[in-house]
């Protein structure tokens, strides 16, 4: 699977902490803190790690275009040696609803028989395969009554196929000329298995299928991106404040603008600390119950960091992580906490920890 999470945002308005390959929404402006510069204050150094994951998957939105050769085509059986692939998805992921529509067209020569071969679909996207299913974090392609939210493997519905045979040529016995004719076979219906490409980044292979195995599409894409809104990521907090060692909880509420083909992404949302204590004195130390925003970018290690394979000698990818960095602005109780964060996302990228630096001011008018 892949990882989920990167960051982005507005000073004041949005910044930090970021998960790897999933998103946050923007966060409530707090107050303006303009007037910090005029109060007497005193400052401590704040070094803290965050370990955690993703409790929601949130909202998703994929495109996915290709236009050029597959890398595999094999039609009825018989493989094409040439091919020429258009084809663009579109789907909307909402919790455990999946929606929206693909087109593709393929043309090419049977390598059996010397045909051409052409072939258009209209798929209405009903359904998905779930890579993972949350909060249960269940990995098996179903999600329990108690899941809210998936990250689809690949998306299904139902096509119309339309089939054209091979133009044919023939002498004209009265003038000696040529006429060609063409047919069109009638449309069919099909189940459609098309692949997410989250799990397989920087245009790298991605699959296309009927049920009946009638349609083996292979190929790369040329466009790829994923919108995700609502990502809930949440955890525990440890480490110092000044000299102080303290404990607590976070949670994130994330948005995300997520390349595939480049693998970046940018990302902004929400951060709030909970239930900060004192861990020598057990006191909770409440100016550091606090919230705000964060913004942050995200790259996805190159292949070699995560797990692939081949099929048919095609480069394919399960896994991958997320490395993101970003800065963070808060406010508490007569507090302004600011930093920067470093996040690494396991592989697959459902957990993550965080590498926080900054500073607390508080003060008094």
């Not at 790298?204 to 990502?231: E, L, R």
């Amino acid at each position: 699977m892949k990882s989920f999470v990167t960051m982005a945002v507005t000073v004041l308005a949005v910044l930090l902490l970021s998960s790897g390959g999933l998103l946050v929404t923007h966060a409530a402006t707090p107050n303006s803190g303009s007037d910090w510069g005029q109060r007497s204050s005193n400052s401590q150094a704040l070094s803290l790690t965050m370990g955690g994951g993703v409790v929601s998957a949130g909202n998703q939105r994929y495109l996915i275009v290709q236009n050029g050769p597959a890398l595999l085509a094999v039609i009825n059986g018989d493989p094409l040696a040439t091919s020429q692939l258009t084809y663009t998805l579109r789907a909307q992921q909402n919790g455990l609803s999946t929606s929206g529509s693909a087109t593709f067209t393929l043309t090419g020569v049977d390598a059996i028989t010397g045909a051409s071969v052409a072939l258009s679909g209209n798929v209405q996207i009903s359904g998905a395969i779930p890579a993972v299913c949350l909060p249960s974090y269940s990995m098996t392609g179903v999600c329990a009554s108690s899941d809210s939210s998936e990250v689809p493997a690949a998306f299904t519905g139902l096509a119309t196929i339309q089939t054209g045979s091979a133009t044919t040529s023939s002498n004209n016995d009265n003038d000696n000329s040529q006429s060609s004719t063409s047919s069109t076979a009638p449309s069919t219906t099909v189940g459609m298995v098309m692949e997410s490409a989250y799990f397989n980044p920087f245009g790298n292979a991605i699959t296309i299928t009927s049920s009946d195995s009638s349609i083996v599409i292979v190929t790369n894409y040329t466009q790829a991106t994923i919108d995700w809104t609502s990502v809930v990521d949440a955890g525990a907090i440890g480490g110092t404040l000044g000299t102080t060692p303290i404990t607590g909880a976070f949670q994130q509420v994330a948005a995300e603008h997520e390349n595939l083909v480049a693998g970046t992404a940018i990302d902004f949302g929400t951060l709030s600390l909970s239930g900060v204590t004192n861990m020598t004195s057990g006191n909770p130390i409440s100016y550091m119950n606090a919230n705000g925003g964060y913004v942050g970018s995200s790259t996805i290690p190159q292949a070699g960091s995560f797990s692939c394979g081949t099929v048919s000698g095609i480069n394919v990818c399960a896994e991958t992580g997320f490395q993101d960095n970003g800065s963070f602005l808060l406010f508490g109780h007569g507090a302004l906490i600011r930093g920067s964060y470093s996040t690494t996302w396991s592989i697959p990228a459902f957990g993550f920890s965080s590498v926080v630096t900054g500073k607390v001011t508080t003060g008094s008018s």
